[in-house]
């Protein structure tokens, strides 16, 4: 396979001080070509969303601004974040580099009011900073689009708590998110997050425990049909002691459509007392769905509870024997009980739209 | 005419090692207005008897009819089945999480009355007699939120399973060891409902261990399954003495 690269040569960013560009150029293209970043699009094509990284990009829509407890800033970023990885996500990097500003959104306290952020093309990164004891409510939308990408970075501080619904339910021809947080001492992170499969989806989520007893959660409900197709790896990390993630994604993958979920969970040295918990179900229905599904653990600590679980299943047949001794059809069986697995996964201020676009309409409420 | 008339029904559950006899030519005819009890011992087939009227998977009819009222049911689906009129309580009900009691009991009533021709309920009256069947078999409303059996105690999906007979109100119901599980409050409870629902038009085969049932739910008639076939039939009597002698003397 010919070697990953980026499109443009870089420019050395303000925030990367003490390195050159071609440093830096290298750095990206090692850990590109890494055995364990080609793993992560074995089964998706990294060229349309590399080729990408660095197009224009714009200020993505947003609402609830005015409102206490929230700055927010159209600049250049002046230092490193906390939460960047090259090695983990190098993609991600370049297209911080690239990019010449960013949306910089600091909350001081708690927001009243739940701050919008809408996608309709390719947006400049977004950078959430919350300040120690802040909180928000963050709505996340992707419209349809061509081709697009947004990448989000987050860093919560010390009991922070954030609460992030996303939809990401129109089509689109290639789209690329990329969710990076790092969550400092006693800080509380949910992410509902909701998607449908389209010609080329792909949802990068990398979640850092960078504090004791942190907590993030992660709940998704994914649809994938027809052609198309959706990509997951989601990566967590934990570096410090007593912290505990909890992820829990559905996907329903039919009629030839296919389906990704790489879930990785890096338990650090000396961080004791982790708890992390991952369960992946996916349900195939009708004819040639493809489903890959990819557990990794790398724990480094005695002392931890981990479970990490992927099913690949069809429909229970004794739960469809039930509804059916009820005297439902099947189609209608099936049905309930194929929304009644992504229902499960589907909550928070942006489940609504999320019901409706993944499910329909609900036989009854 | 008979309600229910099983003759010489023989049936087999598919096992690795292949079919495997179970109904060994059984025979039973309810009429309108009755309540069959039937006991015997355990893996004497009655489960299976309840499972092949009602056409779950996994089970071979190898000879012999079934027929509700004029119907035959053995070639028919189970959704068919219920469409006509049949209704089983689960031994063992089954959980569904994500879907809610409200939409499954729902989506059962639209279903039974596209069947038989008739409107579908208007969903505020339907959702208020809902709440109302559950209360009336002290189930908290708020259960019909939950999705299906989940996280229901034992005690609470069999009152389930009543709430939705008396909703439903088949022609003939069949109880799979309703009673089994129940604490003597919920006994009384659930014999309520069932007494509720009968009436000179339908028909109950109740499937228990237990002679105490009986007593909140009289039967007309009492059989003994043992080995796929009844080897005694009596009237209520027959409970008492068997709870007395146990089913040796009978095999
Ligand atoms: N799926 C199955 N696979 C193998 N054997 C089965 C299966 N279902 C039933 N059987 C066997 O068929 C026989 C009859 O079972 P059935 O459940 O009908 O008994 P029962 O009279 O209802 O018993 P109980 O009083 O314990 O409920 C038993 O020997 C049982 O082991
Ligand atoms: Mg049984």
Same mark, same amino acid.
């Given at each position: 396979?010919?070697?990953?690269?980026?499109?443009?040569?870089?420019?050395?960013?303000?925030?990367?001080?003490?390195?050159?560009?071609?440093?830096?150029?290298?750095?990206?293209?090692?850990?590109?070509?890494?055995?364990?970043?080609?793993?992560?699009?074995?089964?998706?094509?990294?060229?349309?969303?590399?080729?990408?990284?660095?197009?224009?990009?714009?200020?993505?829509?947003?609402?609830?601004?005015?409102?206490?407890?929230?700055?927010?800033?159209?600049?250049?970023?002046?230092?490193?974040?906390?939460? %960047?990885?090259?090695?983990?996500?190098?993609?991600?990097?370049?297209?911080?580099?690239?990019?010449?500003?960013?949306? $910089?959104?600091?909350?001081?306290?708690?927001?009243?009011?739940?701050?919008? %952020?809408?996608?309709?093309?390719?947006?400049?990164?977004?950078?959430?900073?919350?300040?120690? #004891?802040?909180?928000?409510?963050?709505?996340?939308?992707?419209?349809?689009?061509?081709?697009?990408?947004?990448?989000?970075? $987050?860093?919560?501080?010390? /009991?922070?708590?954030?609460?992030?619904?996303? /939809?990401?339910?129109?089509?689109?021809?290639?789209?690329?998110?990329?969710? #990076?947080?790092?969550?400092?001492?006693?800080? /509380?992170? @949910?992410? #509902?997050?909701?998607?449908?499969?389209?010609?080329?989806?792909?949802?990068?989520?990398?979640?850092?425990?960078?504090?004791?007893?942190?907590?993030?959660?992660?709940?998704?409900?994914?649809?994938? @049909?027809?052609?198309?197709?959706?990509?997951?790896?989601?990566?967590?990390?934990?570096?410090?002691?007593?912290?505990?993630?909890?992820?829990?994604?559905?996907?329903?993958?039919?009629?030839?459509?296919?389906?990704?979920? #790489?879930? @990785? $969970?890096?338990?650090?040295?000396?961080?004791? !007392?982790?708890?992390?918990?991952?369960?992946?179900?996916?349900? !195939?229905?009708?004819?040639?769905?493809?489903? /890959?599904?990819?557990?990794?653990?790398?724990?480094?600590?005695?002392?931890?509870?981990?479970?990490?679980?992927?099913?690949?299943?069809?429909?229970?047949?004794?739960?469809?024997?039930?509804?059916?001794? @009820?005297?439902?059809?099947?189609?209608?069986?099936?049905?309930?009980?194929?929304?009644?697995?992504?229902?499960?996964?589907?909550?928070?201020?942006?489940?609504?739209?999320?019901?409706?676009?993944? $499910?329909?309409?609900?036989?009854?409420? | 005419?008979?309600?229910?008339?099983?003759?010489?029904?023989?049936?087999?559950?598919?096992?690795?090692? =292949?079919?495997?006899?179970?109904?060994?030519?059984?025979? +039973?005819?309810?009429?309108?207005?009755?309540?069959?009890?039937?006991?015997?011992?355990?893996?004497?087939?009655?489960?299976?008897?309840?499972?092949?009227?009602?056409?779950?998977?996994?089970?071979?009819?190898? =000879?012999?009819?079934?027929?509700?009222?004029?119907?035959?049911?053995?070639?028919?689906?189970?959704?068919?089945?219920?469409? +006509?009129?049949?209704?089983?309580?689960?031994?063992?009900?089954?959980?569904?999480? =994500?879907? &809610?009691?409200?939409?499954?009991?729902?989506?059962?009533?639209?279903?039974?009355?596209?069947?038989?021709? *008739?409107?579908?309920?208007?969903?505020?009256?339907?959702?208020?007699?809902?709440?109302?069947?559950?209360?009336?078999?002290?189930?908290?409303?708020?259960?019909?939120?939950?999705?299906?059996?989940?996280?229901?105690?034992?005690?609470?999906?069999?009152?389930? *399973?009543?709430?939705?007979?008396?909703?439903?109100?088949?022609?003939?119901?069949?109880?799979?060891?309703?009673?089994?599980?129940?604490?003597?409050?919920?006994?009384?409870?659930?014999?309520?409902?069932?007494?509720?629902?009968? &009436?000179?038009?339908?028909?109950?085969?109740?499937?228990?261990?237990?002679?105490?049932?009986?007593?909140?739910?009289?039967?007309?008639?009492?059989?003994?399954? &043992?080995?796929?076939?009844?080897?005694?039939? =009596?009237?209520?009597?027959?409970?008492?003495?068997?709870?007395?002698?146990?089913?040796?003397?009978?095999?």
């Amino acid at each position: 396979m010919a070697d990953l690269s980026l499109p443009k040569t870089i420019d050395a960013p303000i925030w990367l001080e003490g390195e050159t560009a071609d440093q830096i150029s290298d750095r990206l293209h090692q850990a590109l070509n890494s055995s364990a970043h080609r793993e992560r699009w074995k089964y998706t094509k990294a060229d349309g969303i590399l080729a990408n990284v660095a197009a224009p990009s714009i200020a993505p829509f947003l609402d609830s601004t005015e409102q206490a407890g929230l700055e927010i800033t159209l600049g250049q970023l002046d230092h490193a974040l906390p939460g %960047i990885d090259f090695q983990q996500g190098p993609e991600a990097s370049a297209r911080l580099c690239y990019a010449d500003q960013a949306v $910089i959104i600091d909350v001081t306290q708690h927001a009243p009011e739940p701050l919008r %952020i809408h996608h309709r093309d390719s947006t400049l990164p977004v950078i959430i900073r919350l300040a120690a #004891n802040s909180s928000l409510t963050m709505l996340e939308i992707a419209d349809s689009s061509d081709a697009m990408q947004q990448s989000i970075w $987050i860093d919560l501080g010390e /009991n922070a708590q954030l609460h992030h619904s996303r /939809n990401a339910l129109d089509p689109c021809e290639n789209h690329w998110q990329y969710l #990076n947080v790092r969550l400092q001492q006693g800080a /509380n992170y @949910r992410l #509902n997050n909701h998607v449908a499969g389209s010609k080329l989806r792909r949802q990068d989520i990398h979640l850092i425990l960078d504090g004791q007893g942190s907590e993030a959660t992660l709940v998704s409900a994914g649809r994938v @049909r027809r052609k198309d197709a959706l990509d997951q790896q989601v990566t967590v990390e934990h570096r410090q002691p007593r912290g505990s993630s909890k992820q829990t994604v559905h996907n329903i993958v039919a009629d030839g459509g296919k389906c990704t979920f #790489n879930g @990785r $969970i890096h338990i650090h040295e000396g961080a004791s !007392g982790t708890d992390a918990q991952l369960s992946n179900k996916n349900l !195939g229905m009708g004819d040639h769905a493809t489903i /890959n599904t990819k557990p990794e653990l790398e724990i480094y600590t005695d002392d931890v509870s981990c479970s990490h679980g992927a099913t690949v299943g069809t429909i229970s047949q004794e739960a469809l024997f039930y509804l059916m001794s @009820r005297g439902v059809s099947p189609d209608t069986a099936e049905a309930l009980l194929s929304q009644g697995f992504l229902r499960q996964c589907i909550d928070g201020p942006l489940a609504e739209e999320a019901l409706q676009s993944l $499910i329909g309409k609900a036989v009854a409420s | 005419m008979s309600l229910l008339s099983v003759s010489n029904l023989h049936a087999s559950v598919v096992t690795d090692e =292949g079919p495997q006899p179970i109904l060994k030519g059984l025979t +039973l005819q309810v009429n309108p207005g009755e309540v069959h009890a039937i006991m015997g011992p355990n893996g004497s087939g009655k489960s299976t008897l309840a499972n092949v009227l009602s056409g779950r998977p996994g089970y071979t009819v190898d =000879g012999g009819t079934a027929v509700l009222g004029n119907d035959p049911l053995l070639e028919l689906e189970p959704f068919e089945r219920a469409q +006509l009129g049949l209704f089983l309580a689960f031994q063992y009900p089954v959980e569904i999480p =994500g879907v &809610s009691n409200m939409e499954f009991l729902k989506a059962s009533m639209d279903s039974l009355a596209r069947a038989r021709g *008739e409107e579908q309920p208007n969903t505020a009256t339907f959702m208020k007699r809902v709440r109302e069947l559950a209360s009336s078999l002290d189930l908290d409303p708020a259960f019909l939120k939950r999705g299906v059996n989940e996280g229901f105690s034992g005690g609470e999906k069999k009152r389930n *399973e009543i709430m939705q007979l008396l909703l439903l109100d088949p022609k003939l119901a069949v109880l799979d060891e309703t009673d089994s599980g129940l604490d003597i409050d919920a006994l009384q409870t659930v014999a309520e409902g069932v007494n509720r629902y009968r &009436s000179s038009d339908n028909g109950v085969i109740l499937i228990t261990h237990y002679q105490r049932l009986l007593d909140y739910i009289v039967p007309d008639f009492v059989h003994v399954l &043992s080995n796929g076939s009844i080897v005694q039939s =009596g009237d209520k009597s027959l409970a008492l003495e068997l709870e007395a002698k146990g089913y040796a003397w009978l095999t």
